[in-house]
T-cell receptor, first 110, second 115 residues
Framework: GQQLNQSPQSMFIQEGEDVSMNCTSS?????WLWYKQDPGEGPVLLIA?????ELTSNGRLTAQFGITRKDSFLNISASIPSDVGIYFC??????????FGTGTSLTVIP | DGGITQSPKYLFRKEGQNVTLSCEQN?????MYWYRQDPGQGLRLIYY???????QKGDIAEGYSVSREKKESFPLTVTSAQKNPTAFYLC??????????????FGPGTRLLVL
């Protein structure tokens, strides 16, 4: 099955710094979703994007649906220790199957 | 509270044994899914169901079986034919609208370990 290319694989940042991560694919997606997952827990939906070019915010998080519909970006501003976790993207193809990125592990150093 | 529940949180399987993982949702979602998560890999789809009494194989269905007798419930059985069942299993659900499937929500997961 198809998986999305997500980068970076891991990040170590100082508290207060901004974070950027992205997902790319060779396929065109109808929907992009961004999740955060803590160890041993289920993923929690952060942001959903439904239209090419759409820019959506959720507090300190901002995500964009790429114009080509083949990529998406997630930015976290002014990181705090509780931002620690694994972030991953999901794309919905026509035909209604989701594909997932391999995740970005974020560590925030106080 | 509305949401997706999975039980148990931890499950141990002996060699040759079938085990069933429970997934229940009270979100009135039409579609339900089972994914497997292994370290360093993205989620992989095992089975999905868009309506009651109908389900489709995903990318890694071998060694697994499901049923969808009720809209709220989508149990997953890990059979003895699944030779490497140790993983974190996630159930998810989505609402289906006229334009297709919208946002997908996940349960808390079940970790399966083989003794």
């Amino acid at each position: 099955g198809q998986q999305l290319n997500q980068s970076p694989q891991s990040m170590f940042i100082q508290e207060g710094e901004d974070v950027s991560m992205n997902c790319t694919s060779s396929s065109i997606f109808n929907t992009w979703l961004w999740y955060k997952q803590d160890p041993g827990e289920g993923p929690v939906l952060l942001i959903a994007l439904y239209k090419a070019g759409e820019l959506t915010s959720n507090g300190r998080l901002t995500a964009q649906f790429g114009i080509t519909r083949k990529d998406s970006f997630l930015n976290i501003s002014a990181s705090i220790p509780s931002d620690v976790g694994i972030y991953f993207c999901a794309g919905l193809l026509p035909g209604n199957q989701f594909y997932f990125g391999t995740g970005t592990s974020l560590t925030v150093i106080p | 509270d509305g949401g997706i529940t999975q039980s148990p949180k931890y499950l141990f399987r002996k060699e040759g044994q079938n085990v069933t993982l429970s997934c229940e949702q009270n979100l009135n979602h039409d579609a339900m899914y089972w994914y497997r998560q292994d370290p360093g890999q993205g989620l992989r789809l095992i089975y999905y169901s868009q309506i009651v009494n109908d389900f489709q194989k995903g990318d890694i269905a071998e060694g697994y079986s499901v049923s969808r007798e009720k809209k709220e419930s989508f149990p997953l059985t890990v059979t003895s034919a699944q030779k490497n069942p140790t993983a974190f299993y996630l159930c998810a659900s989505s609402i289906v609208v006229g334009t297709g499937i919208e946002t997908q929500y996940f349960g808390p997961g079940t970790r399966l370990l083989v003794l």
